[in-house]
């Protein structure tokens, strides 16, 4: 069974850092490309960042360029978000999906929540 | 960036009622297209992927059709768990783009 498990939200002030992550089992994580969505209080949802099954290749939304690393460990199966310059614009859910590069999405995590607020 | 409308932004209905929900891409996108379902509080569930291909487990009522720009999805009986929010989503170019959701209320 595919799981999907984040970690790391929180609240934070703007202009400081978080880090998420993502524990994956059920799958050989090294073998797919991952991803990460957002979805803000009550909107709809938006893609974040991908990155290749290899982490060769990495992509961003515009509005998180330059301020968000997406990284991945295939030794731990662990998918990573660094965030830092965050603005209240980034407060959302943060879902953490299978897929991307690009492609659907066929499995997400439960989501952590991201809260940006002084 | 693809831009993609749905359209009703929501719709109520009736259990046992066909219901559709489009989504038209500011360009064309092949099949590259995906439709979500995701109740309140939960994560989104992947329904149909490459327009038209029903994923495991999701039952047949659902169904997805179109190619090029404009798409749908289509719930032929719905049942009291369809009431949810869908979402339509392009993976044709980075960066990937969804829908602005459809809400299916109860009538």
């Known amino acids: 069974e595919v799981q999907l498990l984040e970690s790391g939200g929180g609240l934070v002030q703007p202009g400081e850092s978080l880090r998420l992550s993502c524990a994956a089992s059920?799958?050989?994580?090294?073998?797919?490309?991952m991803s990460w969505v957002r979805q803000a209080p009550g909107k709809g949802l938006e893609w974040v960042s991908a990155?290749?099954?290899?982490?060769?290749?990495?992509y961003y939304a515009d509005s998180v360029k330059g301020r968000f690393t997406i990284s991945r460990d295939s030794s731990e199966n662990t998918l990573n978000l660094q965030m830092n310059s965050l603005r209240a614009e980034d407060t959302a859910i943060y879902y953490c999906?299978?897929?991307?590069?690009?492609?659907?999405?066929?499995?997400w995590g439960q989501g952590t929540l991201v809260t940006v607020s002084s | 960036a693809i831009q993609l409308t749905q359209s009703p932004s929501s719709l109520s209905a009736s259990v046992g009622d066909r219901v559709s929900v489009t989504c038209r891409a500011s360009?064309?996108?092949?099949?590259?297209l995906a439709w979500y379902q995701q109740r309140p509080g939960k994560a989104p569930k992947l329904l149909i992927s490459?327009?038209?291909n029903l994923e495991s487990g999701v039952p047949s009522r659902f169904s997805g059709s179109g190619s090029g720009t404009d798409f749908t999805l289509t719930i032929s009986s719905l049942q009291p768990e369809d009431f949810a929010t869908y979402y339509c989503?392009?993976?044709?170019?980075?960066?990937?783009?969804f829908g602005q959701g459809t809400r299916l209320e109860i009538k």
């Open positions: 999906v299978k897929g991307g590069l690009p492609d659907y999405f066929d499995y």
């Open positions: 059920g799958f050989t994580f090294s073998s797919y490309a």
């Open positions: 990155i290749s099954s290899s982490a060769y290749n990495t």
């Open positions: 360009q064309g996108l092949s099949s590259a």
């Open positions: 490459d327009a038209s």
């Open positions: 989503q392009q993976f044709n170019a980075y960066p990937i783009t």
